[in-house]
């Protein structure tokens, strides 16, 4: 497994702060947990995020 360092300047304590409220649900149904599109959704939540730290591709669906 890499190892990344990451520094948090301001800026990007900001832009995590907005991933958070953009895709972070404040609460999940057994519904939700039947739903699909939950896989999709926290697929892109976590694309968006390794972009926010410059990363790369490191999870498994990034890789196809």
Do not use: C, K
């Amino acid at each position: 497994m890499p190892f990344y360092t990451i520094w948090l300047d301001d800026a990007l304590h900001d832009a995590l702060t907005a991933w958070v409220t953009r895709h972070y649900r404040d609460r999940l149904t057994p519904g939700d947990l039947a739903d699909p599109a939950l896989l999709d959704e926290g697929r892109r939540a976590l694309d968006e995020l390794s972009r926010l730290l410059r990363i790369g591709n490191v999870y498994p669906f990034q890789m196809v």
